[in-house]
């Protein structure tokens, strides 16, 4: 069974700071790897999807990279911003079409 | 495009009840999804539809647990009868596209508190 990991469960930065956020998962066999972006009292919104064949996405100030051999994602936020605050998730998408999540990374960005 | 379109956003009843959970996907996206989210669990996935087909429901709980999707624009998630531990904010996501690397989309979520 595919495991998704996140760690830290939260996090507080200061603002301007680079956020580094990371996922791991067990099961190399996946088809992509996305990030989500989770609000309180909202759904998900999904900020950026990386093919299993890629190594990396960029949109504005997000990077997302991935390794499927070791089993890890990192989720790069330049110049943090107060508006960057959220709940980030990872999640991998295996054959059979099923999303498996982590738990997610609470951030805080400090004024 | 209007997103994904949940309701109720909220539903409070008591245990033993049956509760209705209602979904309308992004027009033209032919797949559907029901997530459950709780503290404990984080994100599971309950089940999910192609072309108005349920595909894999293995993340369905329980018996008391049915989903269906009579038509490409609307699908319901009842439980009956429900019971406290369903408690959990419940999520449909739709999605476009014949392969798996097309980003979901959720709708904000049904919080469900079951007395």
């Known amino acids: 069974k595919q495991e998704v990991t996140q760690i830290p469960a939260a996090l507080s930065v200061p603002e301007g700071e680079n956020l580094v956020l990371n996922c791991s998962f067990t099961d190399s066999a996946i088809y992509n790897l996305q990030w989500f972006r989770q609000d309180p009292g909202k759904g998900l919104t999904s900020l950026l999807l990386i093919q299993s064949s890629q190594r990396e996405q960029t949109s504005g100030r997000l990077n997302a990279s991935l390794d499927k051999s070791s089993g890890r994602s990192t989720l790069y936020i330049a110049a943090s911003q107060p508006g960057d605050s959220a709940t980030y998730l990872c999640?991998?998408?295996?054959?059979?079409?099923?999303?498996?999540f982590g738990k997610g990374n609470q951030v805080v960005v400090i004024p | 495009d209007a997103g994904v379109i949940q309701s109720p956003r909220h539903e409070v009843t008591e245990m033993g009840q049956e509760v209705t959970l209602r979904c309308k996907p992004i027009?033209?996206?032919?797949?559907l999804f029901w997530y459950r989210q709780t503290m404990m669990r984080g994100l599971e996935l309950l089940i999910y539809f192609n072309n108005n087909v349920p595909i894999d429901d293995s993340g369905m709980p329980e018996d008391r647990f049915s989903a269906k999707m009579p038509n490409a624009s609307f699908s319901t998630l009842k439980i009956q009868p429900s019971e406290p531990r369903d408690s959990a904010v419940y999520f449909c996501?739709?999605?476009?596209?014949?392969?798996?690397?097309?980003?979901?989309?959720f709708g904000d979520g049904t919080r469900l508190s079951i007395l």
């Open positions: 996501a739709s999605r476009g596209g014949q392969y798996s690397n097309q980003p979901q989309h």
């Open positions: 027009s033209g996206h032919d797949y």
């Open positions: 999640a991998v998408t295996q054959g059979n079409n099923r999303l498996a």
